[in-house]
């Protein structure tokens, strides 16, 4: 089996947030998000805190999705990581869509290798 992974974090900032306020909405739109990278989908959890606030994971069979929100700041957290040759990089704006986040910072780790790996980082903001 292969090692090879990747791993995508975002720092979503001015997001809807009613969205990130929803337990449901946002479990619809991260199996959406995964359904449109071709990840399958074994199981999710999605919690809502009092009074406000959403922590939720997608577990993967290539390997998991976990988003934590912040709807007072507008802000998300959402880690995706997938093994095989699906590099979710290449959708980053649709992930950041997703949320309609203003501006957001994403970066992306390859995992699995036994060498010494580059971090890259991308600015996204609507506003470019």
Known sequence: METKG???IVDAFLCD???????????TALVQLAEDLNMEVLHTHFHSFVPQGVTGVLVL???HMSIHTWPEKGYASLDIYTCGENNPLDEAER???????QYAVVYSINRGNKQQNELVSRIISKNN
Do not use: N, P, Q, Y
């Not at 992930?95 to 986040?101: E, G, L, N, Q, R």
């Open 6 to 8: 990747f791993h995508l």
């Open 17 to 27: 947030e009613s969205l990130l306020d929803s337990a449901e909405r946002l479990e």
């Open 61 to 63: 069979s290539t390997s």
């Open 95 to 101: 992930v950041i869509s997703a949320f309609s986040s």
